[in-house]
T-cell receptor
Framework: AQSVTQPDIHITVSEGASLELRCNYS??????LFWYVQSPGQGLQLLLK??????LVQGIKGFEAEFKRSQSSFNLRKPSVHWSDAAEYFC????????????FGSGTRLLVRP | GAVVSQHPSRVICKSGTSVKIECRSL??????MFWYRQFPKQSLMLMAT?????????EQGVEKDKFLINHASLTLSTLTVTSAHPEDSSFYIC????????????????FGAGTRLSVL
């Protein structure tokens, strides 16, 4: 079955430190891959997406993600975290069918220490 | 671009009443819209896929008579929670996919800000 795993429920980093949020997927082929961010009480904002080609994708707000086929992973990174990055981060996959659905991971809550 | 407006942002209602939530794509046409439910500190659960001009496709376990979806135009989908009860209290989020070509084919969804429903 298709699934998305975000193994870290919470991550705390100091402001200015680097960040990596993990995402693994289980799917028969390489799906479309997304990272979304959700601030408290808000909807989701698309950070970046991967469809094909260059495995390192750049997104908004200084985020990037790297697709590694051998590890079925799509980890999100940021070299220097800002306090405003504190939020919930969701990894999602888009199956290669006609449903156009997104399957979301369980999310990782990022806390930023001053 | 790609702005999705969801209204209301918060609603409190009495048990047994019905509540309508609107989802509008403001600067693009959305053939397909999605409705999600999110419980506290949990991920998004897809409730249904809303297609303009046709019946919605509900996910397994979602009561279609309880959660009525109407997608009457390319920019508006509504979710009506009928005879709401306290267990329906949740955060409901809609999303919309631009209706053509690369966006629809590649699952890009733009999300509304969500509606917090509290049923007393």
């Amino acid at each position: 079955a298709q699934s998305v795993t975000q193994p870290d429920i919470h991550i705390t980093v100091s402001e200015g430190a680097s960040l990596e949020l993990r995402c693994n997927y289980s799917y028969g082929a390489t799906p479309y891959l997304f990272w979304y961010v959700q601030s408290p009480g808000q909807g989701l904002q698309l950070l970046l997406k991967y469809f094909s080609g260059d495995t390192l994708v750049q997104g908004i707000k200084g985020f990037e993600a790297e697709f590694k086929r051998s590890q079925s992973s799509f980890n999100l990174r940021k070299p220097s975290v800002h306090w405003s990055d504190a939020a919930e981060y969701f990894c999602a996959v888009g199956p290669l069918d006609s449903s156009y659905k997104l399957i979301f991971g369980s999310g990782t809550r990022l806390l930023v220490r001053p | 671009g790609a702005v999705v407006s969801q209204h209301p942002s918060r609603v409190i209602c009495k048990s047994g009443t019905s509540v309508k939530i609107e989802c509008r794509s403001l600067d693009f046409q959305a053939t397909t819209m999605f409705w999600y439910r999110q419980f506290p500190k949990q991920s998004l659960m897809l409730m249904a896929t809303s297609n303009e001009g046709s019946k919605a496709t509900y996910e397994q376990g979602v009561e279609k008579d309880k959660f009525l979806i109407n997608h009457a135009s390319l920019t508006l989908s509504t979710l009506t929670v009928t005879s709401a009860h306290p267990e329906d209290s949740s955060f409901y989020i809609c999303s919309a996919s631009p209706g053509q070509g690369i966006h629809l084919a590649k699952n890009i969804q733009y999300f509304g800000a969500g509606t917090r429903l509290s049923v007393l």
